[in-house]
Antibody, heavy 125, light 108 residues
Framework: EVQLVESGGNVVRPGGSLRLSCAAS????????MSWVRQAPGKGLEWVSG????????GYADSVKGRFTISRDNAKNSLYLQMNSLRAEDTAFYYCARARGTDPDMVATGYFDYWGQGTLVTVSS | SYVLTQPPSVSVAPGQTARITCGGNNIGSKIVHWYQQKPGQAPVLVVYDDSDRPSGIPERFSGSNSGNTATLTISRVEAGDEADYYC???????????FGGGTKLTVL
């Protein structure tokens, strides 16, 4: 059974940093690209960042470019999101999602077939 | 970047057919995917590649895509179908995925 379990969400002050993790199991992790998708409370879905199967390519939404860094450790079946210079508008549930139907050397050109349950990041003073 | 437009809400009686639209400039030239999200839960993929269903998704869920509109059709709607539905495409101009704003399906 495919499982994606996020962790690391917390309350942080504006300008602060946080690192999210996503532990994957039930599939061959390094066969798939992965992404982070967020959802502000009561709002819609927003793709945040993605990474190819081997970490060779990454992509970011304009809203987080230069502040967030995605990475993965295939030996640990884990995906990460380092978030710096956090702003109030970054407050959201952050989901990790497995990418499918995508060119293996391009980031997230297809769809997301499995999602974790999400972790809440709250940026507030 | 590419914009996907969904109606905020759609209402339908049980047993009827719900159609949720996703509008975009020449969206028929893109590949559309659909997700269902129930309150307090993660999104679930219900249609991919315009009209394919993942295993475990009922045949009542179907998709189509042509011109400037993609449509998710839910036949014989049940109370358990009440949820938010999101369309998604990959935008080649911005080089990243784009989601529609979501449609809340209410079963009367």
């Amino acid at each position: 059974e495919v499982q994606l379990v996020e962790s690391g969400g917390n309350v942080v002050r504006p300008g602060g940093s946080l690192r999210l993790s996503c532990a994957a199991s039930g599939f061959t992790f390094d066969d798939y690209g992965m992404s982070w998708v967020r959802q502000a409370p009561g709002k819609g879905l927003e793709w945040v960042s993605g990474i190819t199967w081997n970490g060779g390519s990454t992509g970011y939404a304009d809203s987080v470019k230069g502040r967030f860094t995605i990475s993965r450790d295939n030996a640990k079946n884990s995906l990460y999101l380092q978030m710096n210079s956090l702003r109030a508008e970054d407050t959201a549930f952050y989901y990790c999602a497995r990418a499918r139907g995508t060119d293996p050397d391009m980031v997230a050109t297809g769809y997301f077939d499995y999602w974790g349950q999400g972790t809440l990041v709250t940026v507030s003073s | 970047s590419y914009v996907l437009t969904q109606p905020p809400s759609v209402s339908v009686a049980p047993g009827q057919t719900a159609r949720i639209t996703c509008g975009g400039n020449n969206i028929g030239s893109k590949i559309v995917h659909w997700y269902q999200q129930k309150p307090g839960q993660a999104p679930v993929l219900v249609v991919y590649d315009d009209s394919d269903r993942p295993s475990g998704i009922p045949e009542r869920f179907s998709g189509s895509n042509s011109g400037n509109t993609a449509t998710l059709t839910i036949s014989r709607v049940e109370a358990g179908d009440e949820a938010d539905y999101y369309c998604q495409v990959w935008d080649s101009s911005s080089d990243h995925p784009v989601f529609g704003g979501g449609t809340k399906l209410t079963v009367l």
